[in-house]
């Protein structure tokens, strides 16, 4: 399981009282301290999360396709199944920036 808390500062989440589960979860994994953004908007970091590398995107867009492997293909070709929960999406699959 991979947890993403985005926008938030370390000490927001890790040791806050109003964040029990994701502390309980830190403590039975492995709390990866030492992890940076390596771009401002939130698509080339994932990118790079997933595929390895940002394929020259500096941006977030919508209108952009990659033809490579990522991540959840590999763990498909494998039949490992996968779930990603995405917070304030208005839809399975939406390409919106934002929200509510």
């Not at 990866?32 to 401002?40: E, F, K, P, V």
């Not at 080339?44 to 952009?64: E, K, R, V």
Request: proline share 5%; with cysteine.
């Amino acid at each position: 399981m991979i947890v993403v808390e985005e926008n938030k500062d370390f000490e927001r989440i890790i040791g806050a009282a109003d964040a029990p589960v994701f502390n309980a979860l830190a403590a039975r994994g492995t709390l990866l301290t030492n992890y940076y953004a390596i771009r401002h908007s939130s698509l080339p970091n994932y990118l790079a999360m997933l595929a390895g590398d940002t394929f020259g995107i500096d941006h977030n867009c919508t209108d952009c396709s990659i033809p490579a492997q990522s991540l959840v293909d590999q763990l498909e070709a494998a039949g490992v199944s996968w779930k990603a929960y995405l917070q304030g999406l208005p839809e399975p699959c939406s390409k919106c920036f934002s929200s509510g």
